[in-house]
């Protein structure tokens, strides 16, 4: 099972749970096997969106290994084929949004304002 708090996103398929964490290792690990920086691929993925479609695998792989660690390329690519918005979920778990961050400590905002 997925733990949200920690990120982690469970997407089924063909009857199989597979849980994605974007973490640091993930980070690394996509780095190391693409030799793109995570920052030059999300910045492809927020402003231009023309991202190779060996990157997109090759990030939801290194999402997968945490968990799965005899997940293959194959298995990502699976994955996206039958849940395209996977890695937008992964991501979304992984940096949740900032107002949501600061909702939860309604005190910090009144006393950064007074």
Do not use: Y
């Amino acid at each position: 099972m997925a733990n949200a708090i920690k990120g982690e996103v469970a997407v089924t398929v063909a009857g199989k749970v597979w849980i994605l964490l974007m973490d640091f290792n993930a980070m690394c690990a996509f780095e190391e096997e693409t030799k793109l920086k995570v920052t030059e691929f999300m910045d492809k993925m927020e402003n231009d969106g023309e991202m190779s479609a060996i990157h997109i695998r090759d990030f939801i792989w290194c999402m997968l290994l945490e968990r799965q660690p005899g997940a293959t390329k194959k298995d990502a690519g699976r994955l996206l084929s039958e849940d395209p918005d996977a890695l937008t979920r992964a991501l979304g778990a992984a940096f949740p949004d900032a107002e949501a961050d600061t909702e939860d400590t309604p005190g910090e905002a009144k006393a950064a304002q007074g």
